[in-house]
């Protein structure tokens, strides 16, 4: 079975109290804004970077690698969840609920 290669990835988790996406940033704080986040190119410093990200259940919840990509803004989504998480909470009337 051959491994596919690592690809670049930000961790990512949401807030604990407010819900809100974040991102770990390299230096261990958590952003609201994936621009910020520590984009990791290597799968070893990926799995110890979880590890640490994971044990701050007081903070966050449901921690986990989302692939990224590097743009001259900082990191970028590159899966629609995680473009559709960046842009924030959908807790507001917009498209058929607004006819509701």
Do not use: C
């Not at 990200?53 to 899966?79: C, F, N, R």
């Amino acid at each position: 079975m051959t491994r596919r290669p690592f690809t670049p990835k930000v961790i990512t988790a949401n807030a604990l109290l407010e819900g809100d996406a974040v991102w770990l940033t390299e230096d261990d704080r958590w952003t609201r804004d994936i621009r910020e986040a520590e984009l990791i190119d290597d799968e070893a410093v990926a799995d110890d970077r979880l590890i640490f990200a994971s044990a701050q259940v007081g903070i966050v919840v449901g921690v986990y690698l989302a692939e990224a990509k590097e743009t001259p803004d900082g990191p970028a989504p590159t899966h629609f969840r995680e473009e559709f998480r960046a842009r924030g909470p959908s807790n507001y009337l917009h498209g058929k609920q607004v006819e509701v």
